[in-house]
């Protein structure tokens, strides 16, 4: 009998929320108070080293050692005055998290004692032992040591008592080792780019920066259920379990009342988030049982990604005060919906202009024109790029699984901006006088809800979607960091921008007008990125064959998928955007396959053991229970009768063996598709063989598996059922 599993249940189903301390100020007095942002900098930093940072962070310029020796002074008496002992370097290896060694302040004195230090240099530069960050081989090859060094756009903070400081991570030959290098490099280049063209329309725009505002979705399960299924231990998500019956089919979940202990969670969660100075804003229930979102206000693109990864350790740590875990895997149940983390994305020039966002004037109407065109060109040249950018072993449950959003990277735009462009893909006007008068051309601010109120009911199955005043990527797997899509969105971006600042200027050399010149090639970049544009059901299987037809990527392997980053088009677009170089590209995609090939192998061992130590004994027991029955009651029932009362019996006892026979089976099916691919030694072609000879019998485990979670008596079964983990809160 399963009494662990029962007393589980009544422990996880007798729990009352969590009592959450809330601090007797407004939001507004504790907001960013474990932050070292700018006020904390003027309060603690000589006005010299202040406006010197202050002037090195706007323009993107190194600092002194002089200046970085002040920095740090200051930051250590703010931090230990704010209670932290210690200090890290926080960075971004190409894991699923975030790396940090903390360091106590403390230094010998001389005299046996100790003092509080910190100096620029420690805070500037670090050498953290690198070798067991994956690498794809950089550092082998060079033999060189991996560093450290402060990225002063993203501010310092303090987490737990210790001073986190923002870096980057590269090898000594300066490969990047992390997201957060490549990142700061498309950044600068999208800036770079975005800048000359903005300046078509406004001479004195001197900056452009990249806006990112993700929407968190996640699962919370009660913890002691959780510790239950190894599965959810080790891999993040259910490698079995039969669905609910009950799931999100009334589509009562969706926005629903926020249960009393989730919504304590929630509160915990916001007054930490607030703290750190995430603007967490939004939050509710997402459309599956027991699924949630969270969004903060976006930010600048570097910080906003910062803010995400944070939040996503910060996240766990809170769950655990609710006897909640957090499950940020992108498909943790079967059958329901999965996570995703939709990237919202734009650009704004540093006169407070939104470059996606239509206006009132000719002027403004181009410009808008200008930029999503470009967006649309990039995205069509780079789609399978793009789709490389956001895959993972665990976002590839999600895509393509006949759910938001399919494995082809396609853009949506709304009825109302697709007749835009094709009125004017058509027209030969070059003075444009109607962008501004004429009713279809007329993108005024007032029918800006008109075209949200068009995207809402439709969009949903876009993997990419225009939003009124921003694009929506929404092909971004919940458990993943960011930057991954965003250095492939903003690079790409940039460079169609230089591609089409290239071609204007070419066309105002041989004489042309400037919005003839615009015009001309605005109406180029609509016809080549025709492709792209779709706005019908991205889940039809038509599209499928529609995408193949249009030339888009529809690649659904995800170890092949990854194959885009070594396309021609992807790295000269890196190289001539200064994002990543060859080596870079090539050593970043050994660690994709390499990690891919690492989940699904855990996946497999871990599902091997639960069939054969968890499942196969359980039903075994089950099924020598029946067959005591049917002895016992044929010896009371003899001739027919006896033979019709055993019948149903018998007939259990026989699908309990056939589901047995197939489980055991593909279990060694498993095991040495495994073993043969463990003997490959090309990354690329092991992630290939366990996708094509791993995955295939894990799923018919599983299938048969929660076949006979039907059958047997529910008291011994060992693992806590869907319904229990997504209904009880
Ligand atoms: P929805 O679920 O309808 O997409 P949410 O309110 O959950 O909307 O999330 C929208 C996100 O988009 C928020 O993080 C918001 O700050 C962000 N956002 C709004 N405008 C922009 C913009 N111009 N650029 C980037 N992000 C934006
Ligand atoms: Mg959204």
């Known amino acids: 009998m399963s009494s662990l599993r029962f007393k589980l249940i009544e422990e996880a189903y007798n729990r009352k929320p969590v009592e959450v301390k809330i601090p007797n100020e407004r939001s507004e007095s504790f907001y960013a108070k474990a932050v070292f942002n700018r006020q904390k900098m003027f309060e603690y930093l000589p006005k010299k080293t202040y406006d010197a940072l202050v002037n090195a962070v706007e323009n993107k310029e190194p600092i002194t050692r002089e200046i970085a020796d002040s920095v740090a002074e200051g930051m250590k008496r703010w931090a230990i005055d704010n209670g932290a002992r210690h200090y890290t370097h926080w960075f971004h290896p190409l894991t699923d998290g975030t790396a940090e060694k903390h360091d106590a302040f403390i230094e010998h004195d001389g005299k046996g004692g100790v003092v509080e230090e910190f100096t620029g240099k420690l805070l500037v530069q670090q050498e953290p032992d690198a070798s067991s960050f994956p690498n794809g081989g950089i550092r082998n090859t060079f033999e060189a040591r991996g560093y450290s060094a402060w990225d002063i756009s993203s501010p310092a903070f303090i987490l737990d008592e210790t001073l986190c400081i923002p870096t980057i ?36 725009v001197n900056h452009v920066t990249s806006y990112l505002g993700w929407e968190q979705e996640y699962f919370l399960v009660d913890e ?13 998500r259910t490698l079995m379990g039969h669905e609910s019956a009950k799931n999100q089919q009334l589509e009562d979940h969706y926005f629903g009342a926020i249960p009393s202990r989730v919504e304590a969670f929630m509160l915990d969660l916001e007054i930490e988030c607030h703290r750190l100075g995430i603007p967490a804003k939004t939050r509710h229930n997402e459309v599956a049982p027991n699924q949630f979102e969270l969004a903060p206000i976006f930010e600048e693109t570097n910080l906003a990604n910062d803010h995400n990864l944070l939040l996503m350790s910060v996240m766990s740590e809170v769950a655990r005060r609710h006897n909640f875990r957090v499950l940020l895997h992108e498909k943790p149940f079967a059958g329901i919906n999965g996570s995703g983390k939709h990237n919202n994305w734009s650009l704004g020039t540093d006169k407070g202009k939104i470059l996606f ?305 197939v489980i055991k089976t593909e279990v060694d099916r498993m095991v040495s598709a495994r073993k043969a691919a463990n003997r490959i030694t090309e990354e690329r072609e092991k992630a290939i063989a366990y996708h094509d000879n791993v995955v295939p019998p894990m799923e018919t485990i599983r299938y048969h598996i929660d076949k006979l979670e039907l059958m047997v008596d529910n008291e011994m079964w060992p693992l806590p059922k869907y319904r229990e983990l997504l209904f009880i809160h």
């Open 357 to 661: 966002s239509p206006g009132k004037t000719l002027k403004d109407n181009l410009q808008f024109i200008t930029f999503v065109v470009n967006v649309m060109a990039a995205v069509h040249t780079h789609n399978a790029l793009l789709k490389a950018s956001i895959m993972s072993a665990t976002n590839a449950h999600r895509l393509g699984a006949n759910e938001a959003p399919p494995a082809i990277i396609s853009i949506f735009t709304g009825s109302q901006l697709a007749h835009v462009l094709d009125v004017l893909e058509k027209s030969t006007d070059n003075e444009l006088t109607d962008l501004s008068a004429k009713d279809a051309m007329s993108l005024g601010v007032s029918q800006i809800p008109e075209i949200l109120i068009d995207n809402t009911d439709r969009n949903r199955t876009s993997p990419f979607a225009f939003t009124g005043n921003r694009f929506e990527f929404r092909a971004v797997g919940s458990s993943a960091n960011c930057a991954s899509a965003m250095i492939a969105l903003n690079a790409a971006v940039a460079d169609q921008l230089n591609r089409f600042h290239e071609a204007v200027e070419a066309r105002l050399a041989k004489g042309e007008g400037l919005r003839e010149a615009l015009l001309a090639e605005i109406r180029q970049l609509i016809r080549e990125s025709k492709p792209i544009h779709f706005d019908g059901n991205g889940y039809s299987d038509d599209w499928k064959a529609e995408a193949a037809r249009r030339g888009l990527d529809c690649e659904t392997s995800a170890p092949k998928i990854f194959d885009a980053y070594l396309h021609d088009s992807s790295v000269d677009m890196f190289a001539r955007t200064g994002v990543f170089s060859r080596l870079e590209l090539e050593a970043r995609n050994e660690v994709k396959w390499e990690i891919y090939t690492k989940k699904i192998q855990i996946e497999a061992r871990v599902l091997g053991d639960l069939a054969i130590n968890h499942i196969i004994p359980v039903a075994t027991r089950y099924q020598s229970f029946l067959v005591d029955n049917v002895v016992k009651l044929k010896s009371l029932f003899t001739g027919v009768k006896g033979a019709t009362i055993v019948a149903h019996d018998l007939e259990t006892i026989e699908k309990i063996s056939a589901h047995m026979d």
């Open 224 to 236: 002691a259920l959780y510790a239950a299924r190894p599965d959810l231990v080790l891999t993040g």
């Open 169 to 204: 991570f590269v090898s000594y030959t300066g490969e990047s080792l992390d997201y957060k290098t490549p990142l700061l490099r498309a950044l600068n280049s999208v800036d770079k780019a975005a800048t000359a063209v903005a300046r078509y329309f406004d001479p004195e």
